[in-house]
């Protein structure tokens, strides 16, 4: 699926931030090649940078959604337990967990 002018936007935000290339592309299932067109405004034109808000966490994704997926399938065995405070616990622990942005 191609990137949307949004996705683009976001891009580069991404790259004005500093993100690693291949961070970046790992976010939208692209090779890093497309990111370079998108940076240097090939595929999409000249765009500004989505605001900070929009932009996807520094780090790789993989690393974030195995972490995430652990975190549900804990959350799922708290709800399994009628333990609904808990499950929420760590779903909201798990989500500002795999939002913070890892090193660099």
Not at 1 to 26: C, F, S, W, Y
Not at 68 to 88: E, I, Q
Request: hydrophobic share 45%; no cysteine.
């Amino acid at each position: 699926m191609p990137l949307t002018v949004q996705d683009a936007k976001i891009v580069v935000g991404m790259n004005e931030r500093g993100d690693a290339e291949h961070d970046i592309a790992a976010w939208f299932g692209e090779s890093q090649a497309k990111i370079v067109e998108v940076i240097d405004g090939i595929s999409h034109g000249s765009l500004a940078a989505a605001n900070d808000d929009e932009l996807h966490p520094v780090g790789a994704p993989g690393p974030k959604a195995l972490r995430l997926r652990s975190d549900v399938l804990r959350a799922l065995d708290a709800l399994d337990g009628d333990d609904l405070a808990k499950a929420k616990a760590v779903l909201r622990e798990g989500l500002a967990t795999f939002n913070a942005h890892d090193a660099k």
